[in-house]
């Protein structure tokens, strides 16, 4: 069967979800906040499995347009529910409203939820309330300028919970955004990596998976596996293959630093979870003390933002410090996420490019200096750093 599908993610990166689906070999479009595209069920396991910067896969069950809360129910009961959900499906209903005149989301879920109660019912002869005991099938209905979307949540928690992070810091990247990060970048497996505020190491550990072809959903469940009609031994041959297709021959040259001594150590532990110790070299570093002899590096880094006005005097003397530590190195490339607009006059360099990001709700930019690659390698010893 073939499914209308979307993959949702966070503002900014919506070209980046549909590069990883045509990568993936897709046709796809891409909208504010997600990529559509038409799939399988196979296609939802391997899309869940293999997404790095999306949120969630999600089946695009109907979309109508509707002014009056008849129109809604009558649309939604129009859709064929039984089709999609078995009698004992727990089907709780989220919802949305934007520029609409039904303005009213919590009357919209249960105008929803009643719709598909009442086809259920008929469709399946019952003269009870239907259990709900069985498989979960998250619906959402999302409305917007008067245009009725309802979807069926395949994922389950975001894609953004990898599973490995057993530990975290005080401000967490989430993983699909340290992805997004490391992937808006010009670093190839086969380059040094730098992140000098690894925090629980989510950046580096993303890039290890990349640099090891690792489907970043291995190590976790969806939400759609446990319904009757995904078939277990083709999500169990979807997984085959993709961990087939994992590289572990390839040496990475990874390494990750932060000034606490304590967030190394969990960066190590989420490391050591997802079976990646080996591949980073983590160290306890402040950024004023950083050096290396390497070239044609990449240096991701989503620094402190110094939000509060306590905080961003320390915030700028770091980002003058970054600026001191990786002026000598004119062969790598350095992306710094940050909050703060003015970061370039701290740290001393005006960006190649800028690109606006959102990291949850805050509003940040990323810095990107581009360096200029060392070609004659036999040249190498007059870049090294001192």
Known sequence: ME?????????????????????????VQVENGRARFKGS??????????????????????????????????????????????MDAAFPVEGRSKNSKLHS??????????????????????HTRLPETGAEFPLEVAISKDHVMITLNTTGASLFKRGYRVEKGEAPLKENMAAALVMLTNWYPDVPFL??????????IEAALIGRNIAPGFN???????????????????RDEADAQADYDTELDISASDIDGNMIDIS???????GLLDDI????????????????????????????????????????????????????????LTSDLEFEKYYG??????????????????????????????????????
């Not at 966070?10 to 590069?19: D, Q, S, T, Y």
């Not at 969630?56 to 069950?61: D, L, M």
């Not at 009442?118 to 399946?124: G, K, P």
């Open 105 to 126: 989301v919590p009357d919209s879920q249960a105008i929803v939820k009643k719709a598909i109660v009442n086809e259920l019912s008929t469709a399946y002869h019952r």
């Open 195 to 204: 992140d000098p505020f690894c925090g629980s190491g989510t950046i580096p």
């Open 349 to 386: 360099q005006k960006a190649t490019k800028r690109r606006k990001l959102y990291n949850g709700s805050i509003r940040t930019d990323y810095f990107q200096f581009w360096g200029k690659k060392v070609r004659d390698l036999s040249s190498l010893s007059s870049f090294k750093q001192k």
């Open 220 to 238: 976790r469940d969806f939400i759609c596996e446990k319904w009757p009609w995904i078939d277990a031994n083709m999500v169990q041959r979807v």
């Open 41 to 86: 069920e196979e296609d939802i396991i391997k899309t869940n499995l293999w997404l790095r910067t999306a949120d969630k896969i999600k089946i695009v069950i109907d979309e109508f347009d509707a002014v009056t809360f008849d129109e809604l129910f009558e649309q939604t009961t129009a859709i064929a529910w039984d089709k999609m959900l078995p």
């Open 268 to 274: 190590k532990r989420n490391a050591e979870e997802v």
């Open 281 to 336: 070299h983590f160290k306890q570093l402040a950024v004023a003390d950083f050096k290396t002899d390497k070239v044609n590096g990449v240096v991701v880094g989503n620094p402190p933002y110094g939000q509060r006005m306590s905080d961003a005097q320390r915030a700028h003397e770091l980002y003058r410090q970054m600026g001191k530590a990786f002026k000598p190195l004119t062969s790598w490339s350095k992306y710094f």
């Open 3 to 27: 499914f209308n599908l979307i993959a949702t993610c966070a503002a900014g990166i919506e070209a980046l979800v549909g590069k990883e689906l045509r990568d993936l070999g897709y046709n």
